[in-house]
T-cell receptor, first 109, second 113 residues
């Protein structure tokens, strides 16, 4: 079983739609959680950290459920520029990051 | 700008050759990481440094791989006797002192022919 699992997609949604991505992690000792965004052939870029109480940054909302070992990302009012791969990431023992394989999002006009 | 540069951005080499990549954080960060990413996968941890000390190496890092961070600033990753399976994007990241967030450089894309 992979340490971080995501639905690879692709998710094809129209502009203005709301889309949600889910992720599960296997290590209950995971301490920090993140969503990264990666454009084709570019480096991953930090989208947001995920806090236990849930957090929001503009159109993006992240939730963490430690009991179920589940992380989610909600994108409201999708823009064409949101098209990218979204990587779910956990940090164990404050050291290395463990990445999921990513969920691809394609927003169409 | 994440404050991390990597050189070269692209490298094409023939199987069996040695290659070296460099990572330069713009400002001082005590932790520096190397990851490898292949097509359709997320980045995979290779190794990391705290200052000049290499603290952990992944089992992915075979004996052909070596990394250094001689003065606790820039870092190099060398691959000896490259194989086609080494073709990947090699990413360097720095970690802030105040959180566990990591910021990546643009990567070096290696193609072994």
């Amino acid at each position: 079983r992979k340490e971080v699992e995501q639905d690879p997609g692709p998710f094809n949604v129209p502009e203005g739609a709301t889309v949600a991505f889910n992720c599960t992690y296997s290590n209950s000792a995971s301490q920090s959680f993140f969503w990264y965004r990666q454009d084709c052939r570019k480096e991953p870029k930090l989208l947001m950290s995920v806090y236990s109480s849930g957090n929001e940054d503009g159109r993006f909302t992240a939730q963490l459920n430690r009991a179920s070992q589940y992380i989610s990302l909600l994108i409201r009012d999708s823009k064409l520029s949101d098209s990218a791969t979204y990587l779910c990431v956990v940090n164990v023992d404050t050291d290395k990051l463990i990445f999921g394989t990513g969920t691809r999002l394609q927003v169409f006009p | 700008d994440t404050g991390v540069s990597q050189d070269p951005r692209h490298k094409i080499t023939k199987r069996g050759q040695n290659v070296t990549f460099r990572c330069d954080p713009i400002s001082e960060h005590n932790r520096l990481y190397w990851y490898r990413q292949t097509l359709g996968q997320g980045p995979e941890f290779l190794t990391y440094f705290q200052n000049e000390a290499q603290l952990e190496k992944s089992r992915l890092l075979s004996d052909r791989f070596s990394a250094e961070r001689p003065k606790g600033s820039f870092s190099t990753l060398e691959i000896q006797r490259t194989e086609q399976g080494d073709s990947a994007m090699y990413l360097c990241a720095i970690q802030t002192l105040s959180s566990y967030e990591q910021y990546f450089g643009p990567g070096t894309r290696l193609t072994v022919t």
